[in-house]
């Protein structure tokens, strides 16, 4: 049986908001732009999207991210049960790059490679929204 939360997608945007930092931002993004509260979202996809695959299920997608020719990386988003997507940090890419090649791929098994961002973050998230469900083992 499955239960509505007690909390909107708006108040899980609003929360991962107020959770992203410096220290849950990925160090292979940090090191080529500082993490800023002007750019909260930045480096902060794989982990935020593994959040919302633990609230809501549904496939992860990952793709290559580049900067004219030249790739910079890759972003994760969700694809939600009902087939909407969704990509609470698209908005990180202002410098014109574009994400190209998305598959979806099957959720790493923990720990993850970002395993104590990831916990930071799931933390101060549910300090937002109340307890979320434990990660898909």
């Not at 049986?1 to 410096?22: E, G, I, Q, V």
């Not at 490679?113 to 990831?118: L, P, Q, T």
């Amino acid at each position: 049986m499955t239960t509505t939360p007690p909390w909107s997608l708006l108040d899980l945007d609003r929360a991962l908001r107020a959770s992203w930092a410096a220290d849950t931002c990925s160090p292979d993004d940090i090191t080529r732009i500082p993490w800023s509260a002007d750019n909260p979202s930045w480096g902060h996809c794989d982990i935020t999207a593994l959040i919302v695959n633990d609230l809501f299920g549904g496939d992860l997608v990952v793709g290559e991210v580049f900067l004219g020719a030249e790739q910079r990386g890759f972003h994760w988003w969700n694809r939600l049960p009902s087939g909407a997507e969704l990509d609470l940090t698209r908005e990180q890419f202002r410098r014109g790059e574009t994400v190209r090649g998305a598959r979806t791929v099957t959720r790493p098994p923990g720990p993850l490679r970002r395993w104590d961002e990831y916990l930071a973050l799931r933390d101060r998230v549910t300090a937002h929204l109340g307890r979320i469900p434990a990660p898909a083992a």
